[in-house]
């Protein structure tokens, strides 16, 4: 019989980071031909091409900021860990990704499987802060929760107790699937994994560009987002919707342009008289680009750990 690490479970649609339109459409990437990124093949190729690259390089802001096994992206985690409830009858959890944005369930007792015991959360004994939650008892003596007491020893400050938990954490991060109007109050999206009632986000269309806050009656999983404000403009399908920092997409872009230097793109600028001058890798180097996106996300490095 296997046992399964808890770990392997994690939900949530990771998403890249930008749009085929945001990368064509930025200033950083102008000098990039995007129409021969393979020689000879249609736009359609073209695009796939391009979204490949767009997959790696949010891959590559995944892998610098939160390791390889954590996304920018909101996901919903599940892990475990031994630890102590302190003198106050508080057991405080580090989890390995943030922001924590929920906590969907927690269980600890004597030890794993049945030796663990749901508790029932609620905001009397959860408390939640960006870089960890607190699971607080009704007394320092004994983990006990309403009317449960967890079993099996003596459950005290110092004991070593088994948890186990799911958080949902990142940075809402979907993109829209059908077309929308300028004065609708929805669009419909992906996924709507750390996307909550009253939450703001972005909608990045270029010229279009908006800001939107979801309904206080909005209901959380239907991927039809609802507006508490009408849409300024219409907006297509492929579109991203995202809390994510405007940086991290800027990273995204410096290595999907740094790659494409890599392997010799080039393309023409024009310089102050108004000449075009060939610009290639040899010319503009692909490790400044990809210098730039490791600046832009070093504040958003994780460092793992637990207290």
């Given amino acids: 019989m296997s046992i399964v690490a808890p770990f392997v479970y994690s939900g949530g ?5 930008v749009s085929l339109n945001e990368v064509k459409f930025s200033p950083t990437a102008a000098i990039i031909d995007f129409t021969n990124l393979i020689e000879d093949a249609s736009q359609a190729v073209q695009d796939r091409a391009l979204y490949e690259l767009i997959v790696r390089a949010s891959s590559k802001a995944d892998n610098y900021t939160m390791g390889v096994y954590g996304s920018l992206c909101a996901t919903s985690n599940t892990e475990n860990g031994r630890y102590y409830m302190n003198r106050n009858g508080q057991i405080v959890i580090n989890p390995y990704f943030t922001p924590i ?15 663990l015991q749901n508790i029932q959360l609620s905001t009397s004994n959860c408390s939640i802060e960006r870089t960890q939650f607190i699971i607080t008892s009704q007394s320092t003596m ?3 929760f309403g009317n449960l007491g967890i079993v099996g ?9 088994f948890c186990q938990w799911s958080y ?10 059908s077309t929308s109007n300028a004065g609708a109050t929805s669009i419909t999206v992906n996924n709507v994994m750390g996307i909550f009632p009253g939450q703001n986000l972005t909608i990045w269309d270029g010229q279009k560009d908006e800001y939107v806050q979801v309904a206080t009656t909005w209901t959380p999983g239907n991927t039809t987002l609802t507006f508490t404000n009408p849409l ?3 907006h297509g399908s492929g579109v991203n919707v995202s809390a994510l920092p405007a940086s ?3 990273a995204v872009i410096h290595f999907i342009v740094g790659m494409i230097k890599e392997r010799g793109q080039g393309g023409l600028v024009l310089n102050e008289i108004g000449e075009p001058t060939a610009v290639s890798a040899r010319t503009e180097s692909s490790v400044t680009d990809e210098a730039m996106a490791y600046d832009l996300l070093d504040d958003f490095k994780q460092i793992w750990g637990r207290a």
Avoid at 13 to 17: F, G, I, L, S
């Fill in 13 to 17: 649609m990771v998403e890249p980071y």
């Fill in 101 to 115: 944005l929920a906590v969907e369930s927690f269980s600890a007792g004597w030890g794993p499987g049945d030796g």
């Fill in 142 to 144: 004994g983990l006990y």
């Fill in 153 to 161: 020893g003596n459950m005290q400050s110092g004991t070593e107790i």
């Fill in 168 to 177: 949902i954490n990142g940075w809402a991060n979907t993109f829209t699937n």
């Fill in 232 to 234: 300024k403009y219409a």
């Fill in 248 to 250: 991290v997409k800027q």
